[in-house]
């Protein structure tokens, strides 16, 4: 992960993708949990914080609340920790209420998904939410936890992303990358358990749109997508539509695109 955080800083590439393996963003300061030993993302962002930068972004889109990324950072006024996950689901954390302390007070900020989330779910987060936001912080360094068990087949979830979804939500992640920090971006991996079904289509998908490649024609294969209906709730539209309401509701003490 500093090796790509690196290669960016130094303009030796526009952005980076570390394919990392174990994940890390349920690695606490104390204690390693959740398939997590160390946090690739806490360490990365610990360098570039030594190095300069003091507005970074962490964007984790895994289908698992970051607790161990919030847990380094939540009292980090340099740092925006934002997560988008499942609830309920492992580790049980991630409420709305959860917002940082001290200095990094209204720093963390995290939205819950309802089971049966998509792609329309997650647009509608990044416009709300995400990119409100991130234009008022306007970050020098964007991280992504680019998990992908968020996908219609990952075994251990219930979220509803499609491969397709994937190079939606990377293409925004680069758009604000080149608007707010001259397209400074590391992606970290994280979580991802659908080996076949999943995994050789959403990394493709991700790794397209941030080498600024066509990504329209990116699907999984035909005979994966009839889970995708079953797995696809419509009412999870409406909590969702909730959820994002409450988090404005809460953070409106804190950013001004809330008020």
Not at 84 to 112: A, D, F, R, V
Request: proline fraction near 5%.
């Amino acid at each position: 992960v500093i090796r790509a955080a690196k290669a960016v800083v130094e303009g030796e590439v526009d952005n980076a993708f570390a394919m990392v393996r174990p994940p890390g963003h349920h690695a606490k300061s104390y204690i390693g949990a959740g398939f997590c030993y160390l946090n690739n993302m806490a360490i990365m962002v610990k360098w570039l914080l030594k190095r300069g930068f003091n507005r970074i972004l962490i964007l984790d889109w895994d289908a698992h609340h970051g607790d161990g990324t919030q847990e380094i950072f939540y009292s980090e006024d340099r740092v925006l920790f934002i997560s988008t996950h499942q609830m309920p689901l492992y580790p049980g954390t991630g409420y709305p209420t959860e917002c940082g302390s001290g200095k990094g007070e209204g720093y963390t900020i995290n939205i819950p998904l309802p089971p049966g989330t998509s792609d329309e779910g997650y647009m509608l987060v990044i416009r709300e939410i995400i990119e409100p936001v991130v234009e008022e912080f306007h970050p020098d360094f964007i991280a992504i936890s680019a998990g992908q068990d968020n996908h219609f087949t990952d075994p251990i979830t219930s979220l509803a992303l499609t491969a397709r979804g994937y190079s939606e939500m990377m293409k925004k992640a680069v758009e604000m990358s080149k608007r707010f920090c001259d397209g400074r971006l590391v992606a970290v991996l994280e979580g991802g358990y659908s080996v076949e079904a999943a995994l050789p289509y959403t990394n493709l998908g991700i790794i397209a749109a941030m080498a600024n490649m066509d990504t329209s024609k990116i699907r999984e294969p035909e005979n994966y997508l009839a889970e995708l209906t079953w797995r696809k709730r419509e009412s999870a539209l409406v909590k969702l539509e909730s959820n994002i309401q409450d988090v404005k509701k809460i953070h409106s003490r804190y950013w001004k695109c809330f008020k």
